[in-house]
């Protein structure tokens, strides 16, 4: 288990390339759902591995899930931070994170 302590400085520029796989809120709370169901469900790898030239091709680890991966969110002044809990290992969680806030945020901690 790895907790990760994520940081979005301008949670309105936390979006990915790809504007329908990036966060759609704009709140603390609204953000570490759609995070937490993210790493819980294969809903956003499903979308994601979708729209790549040869769905089949994908390696199954990029759609590993966490069913009991939780995700608290915080506003401080004008930043997010978000404490994840999770199975999910580090590449998988980075490449969720970037198509969900692209390069908008910041990885503070992580503690094992």
């Known amino acids: 288990m790895s907790q990760y302590f994520i940081s979005l400085p301008d949670p309105g520029e936390a ?3 790809d504007r329908e796989l990036s966060f759609h809120s704009s709140g603390a709370a609204g953000l570490a759902e759609e995070l937490q169901e993210a790493l819980q469900t294969t809903r956003l790898f499903d979308r994601w591995r979708a729209k790549q030239q040869d769905p089949e091709a994908v390696e199954p680890q990029w759609g590993v899930t966490d069913p ?3 995700v608290t969110g915080e506003q401080r002044d004008l930043r997010i931070n978000l404490v994840v809990t999770t ?4 590449d998988v969680f980075k490449q969720r994170m970037r198509l969900l806030a692209g390069h908008h945020w910041e990885l503070r901690d ?3």
Not at 87 to 90: C, H, K, L, W
Request: aromatic share 8%; hydrophobic share 30%.
């Open 15 to 17: 979006h990915g390339s």
């Open 68 to 70: 009991n991966a939780t």
């Open 110 to 112: 992580v503690r094992f």
């Open 87 to 90: 199975t999910i290992d580090s």
